[in-house]
């Protein structure tokens, strides 16, 4: 089950982008959108998870050039949430491998897709109205914008630091 | 844990940074289902993870190739744990033959977990200190690793193989009776000799044949007494005489000999002292009966190969572990610098015994195996010459009054002691 969605997220955050890319004539693009994909594609084929982490970061990559560039941004929010998908299932299938028995299996990998299609769904909802809603900025709110993030880097390296001193 | 976090960090951060330079709302709308994925890690990372682990092991102290089942138990007294890999970690030269060392489930609070799995292992000691658990959520962002504690010690001892009755004469044996003629005259079944009558000899112990040439006098029978011995064994544990086939070693066969040898012994009730002469020299001193016989068990379960320069040749056996005059059982595949030992051994009261496994059978026996047969001459050659001057070895031992069995490892040991008994 986990296999056939990951090889699916692949397939689809392959595609979409390679469509997107040829609507526009972006041929290098579109090169290597597919190049990468199929790379990707072959290396999960064949059980190894080490295609994962370039692969989700070039079509993030890939789809933040096309969102800025490209007619469909909503399609590529949607390319990279498939990406975010593609590469938690390739690492989840790492795990599974020790999962021996079948009952246990089955109801790990069951909460696993359930959670991950309620996640993708509860993401891609705000990204619609995000990208459907326009709004006028100017450089002072786009300041309190910065410093908020600057805080939440703080933030969330903080919350890195103490899990991993937890974790140690 | 630190790595799985970081890329979606560092990508929510970029697509951030970028959406904010770019001024393009729709950068920043990629980095939502990021976002959304972070927290929800985040929210169902468990809060406390206390874990309460059990072992049990249907035996922890067995004989080499028997299997023993084991069996992990793991509690839940915190919170809900959506995911948990449990590794029990199995040291080198565990071989798993039944069920998985390695389990991943999700435990609500209050649940309980079987890890059940059976392991084989070859003769040594084994030990397990910790199990590594490592619970989260079921994106495996927010993992913490734990290790709990859950020993386990596993002792292989080598397997006992039956031996009848080792015939041993050594000069001096002990007060309590067992079944070692001792040289001496009194109570017993063996004729010894003959001595002047006594007030208070039996009866039907009067030699009347000779009391009837001495008509004034009386003769009495004494018998030969039969008492326990002391007897050391040596096992020789030096690498230079160790031989491996494939994944066979002469050691362990020499390993098991000792093992049999000193239950047929300690059965005699003989008092056995045990030497391992190798990397270091091991010792059990000598005793009696079954508790002995589990501490000589013990000490060879924990026998292995060594090489020390020091220990190089078998002239500073610590001789002085051994009580004078006893019997001393050497169990070695032995080199040509050992004679002079064995000489000095004899020559200090010491009734030597040398139990040999073979090297060239244990050898040569792979060999033929594999080609059935020596097709080459030069082979052929080759195999008369050494088992010649082994041959020249093992007789030159003989005549300083060793007794020595060379012993195919093939063969049952009880077979070849009956052949020395027999000469």
Known sequence: ?168 | MKNHLLLPVVLLFGLLLLGLVSLRGEVLALALPLIVYISAALWFAPEKVDLIIRREASSEWVPVGTPVAVRLTVHNAGDMVEELLLTDPLPPGLELIEGENTLLASMPPGGELELNYTIRAPRGEYAVAHTAVTAGETFGMFWRELRLDAPFSLRVRPRMIGTRSIPIRPPQTRGFSGPIPSRQGGAGVDFFSVREYQSGDPQHRINWRIAARHPYELYTNTYQVERVADVGLILDARSRVDVRVGGDSLFEHAVQATAALASSLLGDGNRVGLLVYGGMIQNVFPGYGKIQRERILKALAQARVGHNYALENLGYLPTRFFPSRSQIVLISPLTIDDIPVLVQLCARGYAVMVICPDPLDFEVGEYLQDKGGFHDSRAEYAYRLVRAERSFLLQQIRRVGVQVMNWNVDEPLAGAVQEVVRR
């Open chain 1, 1 to 168: 089950m986990t296999r056939i969605a990951l090889l699916v997220c692949i397939g689809l955050c392959t595609i979409l982008p390679a469509v997107a890319a040829a609507s526009t004539a972006q041929w290098v693009l579109l090169l290597i959108g597919l190049g990468m994909g199929a790379a990707w594609l072959v290396f999960e084929w064949r059980g190894s998870g080490r295609a994962a982490v370039p692969g989700m970061v070039s079509v993030t990559i890939l789809s933040a050039v096309l969102a800025i560039s490209g007619p469909a941004p909503l399609v590529m929010v949607l390319v990279a949430a498939l990406a975010l998908s593609a590469w938690d299932l390739s690492r989840f299938r790492q795990r599974l491998v020790y999962a021996a028995q079948d009952d246990m299996r089955r109801s790990v990998e069951r909460r696993h897709l359930r959670r991950l299609l309620f996640v993708n769904i509860m993401g891609f909802l705000p990204a619609i109205l995000a990208v459907s809603i326009r709004v006028r900025i100017d450089f002072y709110v786009l300041l309190l914008v910065g410093g908020v993030s600057l805080l939440a880097i703080y933030w969330m390296l903080g919350l890195v630091a103490r899990m991993a001193r937890k974790a140690d």
